[in-house]
Every structure is written in structure tokens, then in C-alpha cells.
């Protein structure tokens, strides 16, 4: 909404996708740095930190292989199952327009996008849903985590709009709150998560067909 402010409704019904990448990873990244600074304050008000969410930063093999898994898994979502299924739903020019208007961008926002936007996705999302939103969801269902974990993956996705993407990031938060349940580490899902967006934006950008 704020996007078709700034650039006028005409303008985005004829470039959507253009102007979404245009100026969404700025906004994205502001909107990523307020909702964290928002639950620092509200772990400051709890008594906790954000190292209490964190958890273990410990940098072992397990932790490397897991990254990689995760890494490896956003990849399959986003950038092979996510775009065959936007194809069947919305008709086989729809990836090719996205990447058309997508690579018609500056260098420099996409830049912007692998380097700044993916590392405060990464860091920020995982604090916000994770870290803070799942954990105290946990705690209000006394330990119901499985509800706790799809409920939180469904707001995220719900964070990424109402196309098939945030059906794709609903997914995507089920697995990462499963793997945080599970190993009571947010570093690992932090690193996953980060390089897994900037490798996914210099795929769509530079390989991608």
C-alpha cells in the first residue's frame, strides 16, 4: 500500500513487480530494525535480553551442516517449487515478468537488497517470530509448541502479503520454528535464513532462467 503511494496506482498496475523491488527492500529493512527495537523493549520490560532468545552462539560442525541445510532448503522453496507453482496459478509469463522487471532495477538497489535487506531479514524476522513470538506463544498455551509453531508460521506469512509467496513463507516459518524448537539456537536459523535470502535475490537477479 505505502509503495503504490509513493509511485501512484497507475504506475504499479503497469510495473508491479518493478516497483515492489524498486523500493520494498528499503522499506522492508526499516520495517525489520523497528519490530526488533520493539521487542528489545519488550525483553527489556520482561527482565531478558535479546541473548536470552538467542541462545548457545556456539559455531560447531552440527551448526555449520545445519546452516547449510537450511540454506539449501529455502533455495527448493522459494526458487524452484515457489515459481512452478505461481505458474500454474497464475499462468506461465508470470515468473518470467517478475524476473523481467526485477533485473530492469538499479545495480545498486539490488545491491541494497543482498547485502543490507537479506542480513536484517535474516537477523530481525528470526528475533521477531521466532525468537520473541513463538517462544512467548509457547508459554501462553503451556507448552502446546506445535500450536505455538503454526500459528507464529502463519502470521509470518501473512507479514509477506496474501499471494502464493506467503503461502511458500507460512512453510518456511513452520520449518524454522521446528528447527528453534527443537535446538533452542536462533544463530544457526539466523545465518540459514540470511544467506538464504541473499543467495535467493542474486539467483533471481543473475541466473536465474
Known amino acids: 500500500m505505502l509503495i503504490i503511494l509513493i509511485v501512484s496506482l497507475q504506475e504499479f498496475a503497469k510495473k508491479p513487480f518493478y516497483c515492489v523491488y524498486t523500493f520494498g527492500p528499503f522499506l522492508w529493512s526499516i520495517y525489520h530494525v523497528l519490530l526488533a527495537l520493539l521487542v528489545w ?4 520490560d520482561e527482565g531478558q535480553s ?4 538467542i541462545g548457545s552462539r ?8 545445519l546452516v547449510l541445510g537450511l540454506i539449501l532448503l529455502s533455495f527448493l522453496i522459494f ?6 507453482v ?8 508470470m515468473m518470467r515478468q517478475l ?7 538499479p545495480m545498486t538497489i539490488v ?22 513470538l ?11 509448541t506445535g500450536i505455538a509453531i503454526v500459528i507464529q508460521a502463519i502470521l509470518f506469512g501473512l507479514w509477506h502479503g496474501t499471494s502464493i509467496h506467503a503461502v511458500f513463507t507460512t512453510i518456511f516459518g513452520l520449518i524454522y520454528g521446528l528447527v528453534y524448537a527443537k535446538m533452542k539456537r536462533l544463530m544457526p536459523v539466523i545465518v540459514g535464513h540470511w544467506l538464504g535470502d541473499a543467495l535467493g535475490f542474486s539467483y533471481m537477479y543473475f541466473m536465474m532462467a
Open 41 to 44: 523493549r519488550f525483553l527489556k
Open 50 to 53: 535479546i541473548s536470552s532468545i
Open 58 to 65: 556456539e559455531a560447531s560442525l552440527n551448526s555449520i551442516m
Open 79 to 84: 526458487q524452484i517449487l515457489e515459481p512452478i
Open 86 to 93: 505461481s505458474n500454474v496459478v497464475y499462468g506461465p509469463g
Open 99 to 105: 524476473l523481467e522487471e526485477y533485473r530492469s532495477i
Open 111 to 132: 545491491v541494497y537488497t543482498i547485502v543490507v535487506t537479506s542480513l536484517t531479514a535474516g537477523v530481525c524476522e528470526e528475533i521477531i517470530w521466532r525468537g520473541y
Open 134 to 144: 513463538q517462544t512467548r506463544l509457547d508459554n501462553k498455551l503451556s507448552g502446546k
